[in-house]
């Protein structure tokens, strides 16, 4: 028998909507969660995705990259690569999988509210698509580290991180709540779909990739690159969504949801994937820097497709061109130095081979981050480990929940961003982030960051030990330095010829 064409039959079978009977419309598609903003459901149903697939060729496809995926994984366990990987490396996989599987699960849900009450029928129809997806994501990112387990409870992160309190995963919660599950369906589409899975899972999916492949990591490659062939389709629900935005007068707040998010991702990415790029990955495996990446892949992505929209770049994007060859090179070194609160094991990064890279990399380095560097491996060449270790928690921003960052040495730009409301002072890392909450308190000026919780009694004792409690890191799970110091070997020639 003959079969007809997709195209034959697609746009008559995503025609699902309907005139309800027994309830009405808005008790159908409530406001808050389906953000209809007024525009009639017959422009929702103009909503054409670019990228379309049939049901029995979305199992195919799934079905193969599954059994791809899998299988190298089978091939290649008993080699056990991560017996032999450099330490830098086996910390970068520990913070990925503490960071992002739990946090697919979230976008499953953010997936399945679109595919319940967005108006547009054919958001509805990829949204489904996307929420098979995460759901995917999720478990293929929770059965690998397992494999692990046996290694080090660090693996159990996987499962663990995203429900403690330790602060990259209440930073990481946040955003997620942010853009994900609080909003109407529409904003979701914009702000997760197109905002941050257009951009930012590329970084860390692709980007990724690349340096596991040149790291001889082959089954973290296939498999995170198995995952970004599915982002790289449901990433595409915004821009439809987008389109009907601005077709109808609302170019404004689309234009903010897409600011907010990006300046929002791009914090969170420049604590996880620029140290693990710049500073845990072997310089040999490293195939670009953070900055380039994010060039590639951030930079030259949104603001081609911003302008193809109609849409401006956001009005920070000096300041985010500027923080590129800063923000996160403060993250790594705050990280490293607050290393027992995190569940990975940093690795410096700074041996004279890797000054060398980062100075290539972003000239100015060693007269900034270099000197800071300086003094924390002339105290670990003299026995004085303890004044590389925090006593306290440092001040924490309240809308990115992460260290407020500068610049040290000879670019110190030290600045808390404050801002007084309803009685309460609220500390930023930057006008970016005050402005993202100057645009929509209401959304965030009940959260408290971890710090404002030990400023409140909250975590008892208030001591760094109660707070590493508090996170939920037991004595073999908190950080230390990846390579035990090995590094600084590497010092000790030149120092004692300077001696
Ligand atoms: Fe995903
Ligand atoms: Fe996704």
């Known amino acids: 028998m ?32 389906s953000g209809g903003r007024g525009i009639p459901n017959s ?47 086996v910390s970068t996989m520990q913070a990925h999988y503490g960071a992002i599987p739990l946090g697919e ?23 489904t698509f996307g929420m098979m997806d995460e759901n995917r994501h999720t478990q293929l990112q929770l059965f690998f580290p397992h494999a692990n387990i046996k290694r080090s409870p660090r693996w159990d ?33 914009i702000m997760l779909t197109f905002a941050f899975e257009t951009g930012f899972t590329n970084m860390q999916f692709l980007g990724l990739a690349a340096d596991a492949a040149e790291t001889g990591d082959h089954t973290f490659a296939s498999l995170i690159s198995s995952i970004q062939t599915d982002e790289s389709r449901h990433s595409q629900q915004g821009g439809p969504a987008l389109k009907i935005l601005l077709e109808n007068g609302r170019q404004e707040e689309a234009q903010q949801l897409i600011d907010v998010a990006i300046w929002r991702s791009w914090k969170l990415f420049s ?14 495996g490293r195939q670009q820097s953070f900055k380039e990446f994010m060039f590639e892949f951030i930079v030259a992505q949104f603001e081609r497709q911003l302008l193809d929209l109609g849409l401006s770049k956001p009005w920070y994007w000096d300041i985010l061109m500027r923080d590129l060859d800063r923000t ?56 004085r480990e303890s004044l590389t270790l925090p006593e306290t928690l440092p001040t924490i921003c309240n809308m990115c929940n992460l260290p407020i960052a500068h610049v040290p040495g ?7 961003w404050q801002l007084e409301h309803e009685g309460r002072i609220y500390h930023f890392g930057s006008e970016v982030d005050r402005w993202c909450f100057t645009i929509n308190p209401e959304q965030y000026k009940g959260h408290q960051t971890v710090v404002d919780r ?46």
């Open 157 to 189: 992160w996987a499962h663990k991180a995203l429900r403690t309190n330790e602060w990259a995963a209440v930073a990481s919660r946040s955003l997620f709540d942010d853009i994900i599950t609080s909003r109407d369906a529409i904003s979701t589409a």
């Open 271 to 284: 604590v996880l994937t620029g140290p693990i790029m710049d500073y845990y990955t072997p310089v040999e």
């Open 43 to 89: 422009v929702w149903e103009t909503y054409d995705e670019p990228y379309k697939v049939s049901y029995p060729e979305y199992v195919e496809t799934q079905r193969a990259k599954d059994a791809g995926t899998y299988s190298v994984k089978a091939a290649l366990e008993r080699a056990a690569f991560v017996d032999s990987a450099d330490p830098g490396w």
């Open 2 to 33: 003959a079969l007809l064409d997709r195209s034959d039959w697609y746009d008559l079978t995503r025609t699902t909507n309907w005139t309800q009977k027994y309830v009405t419309e808005d008790e159908f598609f409530p406001e808050a969660l």
């Open 410 to 416: 000879d670019g110190w730009d030290g600045r808390d």
């Open 328 to 383: 996160h090179h403060s993250m790594h070194m705050g990280v490293w130095y607050w290393r027992p609160t995190v569940w990975w094991k940093p690795a410096a990064g700074v041996d004279p081979e890797q000054r060398e890279w980062l100075e290539m990399k972003y000239p100015g380095w060693n007269k900034c981050w270099g000197k800071v560097w300086d003094v924390i491996t002339d105290n670990l060449l003299n026995g």
């Open 454 to 499: 030990f400023l409140a009694g909250l975590i008892q004792p208030a001591t760094l030990e109660g707070a590493l409690k508090y996170m939920g890191l037991g004595p073999e799970e908190m950080g230390i330095d990846a390579h035990d110091y090995s590094w600084i070997e590497k010092f000790r020639p030149t120092k004692s010829a300077a001696a």
């Open 105 to 127: 699960y979230v976008a499953s849900i953010g997936e399945a509210r679109m595919t319940r009450f967005s108006r547009a029928p054919g958001n509805r129809n990829m949204a």
